[in-house]
């Protein structure tokens, strides 16, 4: 794999923030900052070390995520190029479209990862299995 370029439509979301003696605020806005209408949120919080997160993709919804607290990695795949990034900014989201597939892992004690998505859920939406995942993007 290729991790000098971005996996394809992977994008990193510098949001706006206000920073005063009473601390930051960040904010995100649908259709704004996220690229899509906003038809759910959840977050992921309290992960055990050694505990991964995501191991999917979806096949029509997208999301973005943000590190609210703490850190963790994101590994993102599109079948022919994977990045991993170190998210530990609240100020700093990252865009995964549609096919792409995602792993969190390395959460600090304390991180809080926050999720914005761009469908309501639906577990036939997801692709669970690496390998078939793989060889459906890489061979249409």
């Not at 609240?90 to 600090?108: H, K």
Request: net charge negative; hydrophobic share 35%.
């Amino acid at each position: 794999m290729n991790n000098d370029k971005m996996p394809q439509g992977v994008e990193l979301i510098q949001l706006p923030e206000n920073v005063d003696e009473r601390g930051r605020l960040s904010f995100a806005e649908g259709g704004l900052h996220i690229p899509f209408d906003v038809k759910r949120m959840f977050w992921i919080s309290d992960v055990p070390p050694g505990k991964i997160r995501g191991g999917h993709a979806h096949w029509t919804c997208h999301e973005a995520v943000f590190p609210v607290s703490g850190s963790f990695d994101i590994e993102v795949d599109d079948g022919y190029c994977s990045r991993t990034f170190t998210m530990n900014s609240p100020s700093l989201g990252i865009l995964i479209p549609a096919g792409i597939w995602c792993e969190l892992r390395n959460f600090s004690p304390g991180s809080v990862c926050v999720v914005a998505a761009s469908q309501e859920y639906d577990a036939t939406g997801y692709a669970n299995d690496y390998d078939s995942w793989k060889h459906k993007i890489t061979h249409p």
